[in-house]
């Protein structure tokens, strides 16, 4: 199944510069670019809990709240 999104003509451009230099389709692009950021986000929560001095369990916890928060249908 295939989607059309909007973006502006400035993020087409970064786009599809980014497809060229890494030679991949749009759809890897765009699953590579989800996957880095939510890479980065339990990067940024591991040095959140690091500063606050949370134990592995408790960030287990918290991580696991997230998800499950993330994947909550609100309506």
Partial sequence: M???IAISENTYRK???LKD???????DLINMLIET????RVEELKKLCSK??????????IKEI???L??????
């Fill in 70 to 75: 993330r994947r909550r249908k609100w309506w």
């Fill in 2 to 4: 295939t989607r059309t």
């Fill in 15 to 17: 786009l599809k510069q």
């Fill in 52 to 61: 606050l001095r949370v134990d592995e369990k408790e960030f287990n916890k």
């Fill in 37 to 40: 950021y939510e890479k980065y």
């Fill in 21 to 27: 230099a890494l030679n991949m389709g749009y759809s």
């Fill in 66 to 68: 997230t998800e499950e």
